[in-house]
């Protein structure tokens, strides 16, 4: 049955994207309820977006909200790659360890406490923080007005530690 080998060769590739285990994303209500409707003295406008797309075992829950301060705006965005969370690595900036400067700016990509770390900083106002979490999720801040130390304070301000408590939600042997 050929509809029955495509499943399985999903299952089999979504449980090795996922280091050897199955993982559910978590449910967009889920995602959704870590962007709060104020942070850092900065509103969150209107509901913000989230969805739960793929195929097989290999689905993604995204949420993201845009926030202001005046005429200060971030974007906020959550990601569970769930059975691709083996992806997570593979992030063009998750790779290694490094820190580069050019004449656009710097990137820096750097372990703090045990997470994966992104800051970019660029002259044309365009920053950017990131952060894995627990080895699966994605927390990410930019912004073409905000500086980087602001940015990163406003995803301080999320309740990353219990998001990362989650990392075990979703997960099949």
Same mark, same amino acid.
């Given at each position: 049955?050929?509809? #029955?080998?495509?499943?399985?060769?999903?299952?089999?590739? %979504?449980t090795l994207l996922g280091g050897g285990k199955r993982v559910d994303p978590l449910e967009i209500e889920q995602i959704k *309820?870590?962007?709060? $409707?104020?942070?850092?003295?900065?509103?969150?406008?209107?509901?913000?977006?989230?969805?739960?797309? %793929?195929? #097989?075992?290999?689905?993604?829950?995204? #949420?993201?909200?845009?926030? *202001?301060?005046?005429? &200060?705006?971030?974007?906020?965005?959550?990601?569970? $790659?769930?059975?691709? =969370? %083996?992806? /997570? %690595?593979?992030? =063009?900036?998750?790779?290694?360890?490094?820190?580069?400067?050019?004449?656009?700016?710097?990137?820096? @990509?750097?372990?703090?406490?045990?997470?994966?770390?992104?800051?970019?900083?660029?002259?044309?106002? +365009?920053?950017?923080? +990131?952060?894995?979490?627990?080895?699966?999720?994605?927390? =990410?801040?930019?912004?073409?007005? @905000? &500086?980087?130390?602001?940015? &990163? #304070? !406003? /995803?301080?301000?999320? +309740?990353?530690?219990?998001?990362? =408590? !989650?990392?075990?939600?979703?997960? &099949?042997?």
């Amino acid at each position: 049955d050929a509809n #029955a080998a495509t499943a399985a060769a999903m299952d089999t590739l %979504g449980t090795l994207l996922g280091g050897g285990k199955r993982v559910d994303p978590l449910e967009i209500e889920q995602i959704k *309820s870590f962007l709060p $409707p104020t942070l850092a003295g900065f509103a969150k406008q209107g509901n913000g977006t989230a969805e739960k797309s %793929g195929f #097989a075992t290999l689905m993604v829950s995204k #949420a993201e909200a845009n926030y *202001s301060n005046g005429s &200060k705006t971030v974007t906020i965005g959550i990601s569970d $790659p769930g059975g691709a =969370s %083996g992806l /997570v %690595g593979l992030a =063009s900036w998750a790779t290694l360890q490094t820190t580069k400067e050019d004449d656009n700016g710097s990137e820096r @990509v750097s372990k703090v406490n045990g997470r994966t770390v992104h800051e970019q900083t660029r002259k044309n106002g +365009d920053d950017e923080f +990131d952060i894995i979490l627990g080895d699966r999720f994605i927390v =990410s801040a930019r912004s073409s007005d @905000v &500086k980087l130390n602001e940015l &990163k #304070a !406003m /995803v301080s301000g999320l +309740d990353l530690a219990k998001l990362e =408590s !989650m990392k075990d939600v979703g997960v &099949k042997k």
